[in-house]
């Protein structure tokens, strides 16, 4: 009976460890995001007229980028690319705006379910990135949509692998 009492509070203490490794690891995960981000915003206020920080996004294309939306001295809506050799700046009204995106594709497909739009740049073309969802005969699927931040032209679509 002792020994029993030993093999369960043993495995207890081993699922709480395990636990307690998890959240040590998920955090040092996301306080690298964060300090990503903190360094970008930094940047971007340091190197733009950007002077309002709206929302700093993650994106990864040919290399990864943090974008920043925010507002200029002017009360502009502005963007910037953050990565490893600078800064990419335009103004929001330069392009289309994602919710022109969002719209454009709801026409496609109302029934899809966007995840997110955030801006990024790939093979040095500005781009609306759209993640969604989409219920299909096998299940649901989750695509990739890229258009073209200037003119909202689509560029190129990515399927996952249905779920």
């Known amino acids: 009976m ?15 460890l395990l ?4 959240f040590r690891f998920y955090d040092a995960v996301r306080a690298d995001l964060r300090l990503e981000k903190e360094q970008a915003v930094k940047t971007v206020l340091q190197e733009t007229r950007i002077e309002q920080v ?10 990864p980028y943090m ?15 953050v ?3 600078g800064v990419d700046v335009k103004l929001a009204r330069e392009g289309v705006s994602s919710e022109t995106i969002r719209e454009k594709m709801l026409a496609k497909n109302p029934e899809m379910d966007i995840v997110h739009i ?4 790939m093979q040095d073309v500005f781009v ?10 096998a ?10 931040f200037s003119d909202g032209s689509h560029l190129d679509t990515y399927r996952m692998a249905a779920r």
């Not at 709206?54 to 290399?63: E, L, S, T």
């Open 139 to 148: 299940g649901e699927r989750y695509y990739y949509d890229y258009y073209r």
């Open 118 to 121: 955030n801006a990024g740049k």
């Open 19 to 22: 636990v307690f490794i998890a």
């Open 128 to 137: 609306w990135e759209v993640f969604y969802k989409q219920k299909e005969e």
């Open 67 to 81: 974008v920043v939306y925010g507002k200029s001295d002017r009360d502009e809506e502005m963007i910037a690319w």
């Open 2 to 16: 002792h020994y029993k009492k030993r093999i369960v509070w043993g495995s207890i203490a081993a699922v709480a």
């Open 83 to 85: 990565h490893e050799d």
């Open 54 to 63: 709206d929302a700093v996004r993650p994106f990864v294309g040919d290399k």
